[in-house]
């Protein structure tokens, strides 16, 4: 079946630092794959998205994400974390089940950042 | 444009009673995607509507929980006898179907209905 996995439940970096946050996932073909970010009492907004193409892709609020096949990750990188980053972070993979659209959901990172 | 919203934003409510949640997708777009998230946890699917096509229910939990959609508007999820574990966070999502099969999983949510059942 397939799955999604963030291994990190919580995270804390200093403002300014960099950050990576994991995503692995379980599936038999290419994925699509998104980042979506929830601030407290918040939706989820769309970071950044996979389809195709480049394995690298960029996204919204400078975050930027890279499609690794032989790892089966696709992990979201910052270079420098602003205090405003501070929100918990999902991955999310879809692309299968013929024109069915739902996505399967890692259980998210929370990241808290230092001032 | 307008994005989506759901109502109510909070709803509290005695086990065993009925509760309606309802979503308002973008305007245009044909597929509406509910989901649910459990305290710590990530998005559990629940239901996907897509145009005039019978809706897949395949992630109900129950035969307690329901949704409807009119055309490709309005959505109501309808949970009936309410349990304790079914307080959530539920959440809704649309997305445009311009013919690209990818076009499907880029999904717009909303805010949520944080539903307490006590």
């Known amino acids: 079946a397939q799955s999604v996995t963030q291994p990190d439940i919580h995270i804390t970096v200093s403002e300014g630092a960099s950050l990576e946050l994991r995503c692995n996932y379980s599936?038999?073909?290419?994925?699509?794959l998104f980042w979506y970010v929830q601030s407290p009492g918040q939706g989820l907004q769309l970071l950044l998205k996979?389809?195709?193409?480049?394995?690298l892709v960029q996204g919204i609020k400078g975050f930027e994400a890279e499609f690794k096949r032989s790892q089966s990750s696709f992990n979201l990188r910052k270079p420098s974390v602003h205090w405003s980053d501070a929100a918990e972070y999902f991955c999310?993979?879809?692309?299968?089940?013929?024109?069915?659209?739902?996505?399967?959901f890692g259980k998210g990172t929370k990241l808290s950042v230092k001032p | 444009g307008a994005g989506v919203s759901q109502s109510p934003s909070n709803k509290v409510t005695e086990k065993g009673k009925d509760v309606e949640l309802r979503c308002d997708p973008i305007?245009?777009?044909?597929?509406l995607y509910w989901y649910r998230q459990r305290l710590g946890q990530g998005l559990e699917f629940l239901i996907y509507?897509?145009?005039?096509?019978?809706?897949?229910k395949s992630g109900l939990p129950s035969d307690r929980f329901s949704a409807e959609r009119t055309g490709e508007s309005v959505s109501t999820l309808t949970i009936q006898r309410t349990q304790q574990e079914d307080s959530a966070v539920y959440l809704c999502?649309?997305?445009?179907?311009?013919?690209?099969?990818?076009?499907?999983?880029?999904?717009?949510f909303g805010p949520g209905t944080r539903l307490t059942v006590t």
């Open positions: 999502a649309s997305s445009s179907t311009s013919g690209r099969r990818y076009m499907n999983y880029e999904q717009y």
């Open positions: 999310a993979v879809g692309g299968y089940g013929g024109s069915q659209g739902n996505l399967i």
């Open positions: 996979y389809f195709s193409g480049d394995t």
């Open positions: 599936y038999g073909a290419t994925p699509y």
């Open positions: 305007s245009g777009h044909t597929a």
């Open positions: 509507f897509q145009g005039n096509s019978a809706p897949d």
